[in-house]
């Protein structure tokens, strides 16, 4: 059981920011593209941000401006910097790793942290 392990998340006021981590495995990390999703209350679950292995980024365009992913090759870890949230921004955040293997896409997540924005 691969485990891509989040932590981060929490309450913060809206115009706040928190900083979201997730740890995989060296092998995960290196190889697959790593990501964050999020599913509001009642919602679907949507993509937030993606980085490759190269540092290639794509961005939503909810969180384009104010969301910034990153990542720490030595620390096999990657980061979600969200600032100026709204109450929008609440969800339930992902982390999430994908690669094509043989024309499948693998997909493996993370358990999930809570994010809410709210005074």
């Known amino acids: 059981q691969v485990q891509l392990v989040e932590s981060g998340g929490g309450l913060v006021q809206p115009g706040g920011s928190l900083r979201l981590s997730c740890a995989a495995p060296?092998?995960?990390?290196?190889?697959?593209?790593m990501g964050w999703y999020r599913q509001p209350p009642g919602k679907e679950r949507e993509l937030v941000a993606t980085?490759?292995?190269?540092?290639?980024?794509t961005y939503a365009d909810s969180g384009k401006g104010r969301f910034t992913i990153s990542r720490d090759n030595g620390k096999n870890t990657v980061f979600l910097q969200m600032n100026s949230l709204k109450p929008e921004d609440t969800a339930v955040y992902y982390c999430?790793?994908?690669?094509?293997?043989?024309?499948?896409?693998?997909?493996?997540w993370g358990q999930g942290t809570q994010v809410t924005v709210s005074s």
């Open positions: 999430n790793a994908n690669r094509r293997i043989m024309a499948t896409n693998v997909d493996l």
């Open positions: 060296r092998n995960i990390f290196s190889t697959y593209v």
């Open positions: 980085i490759t292995s190269g540092g290639r980024t």
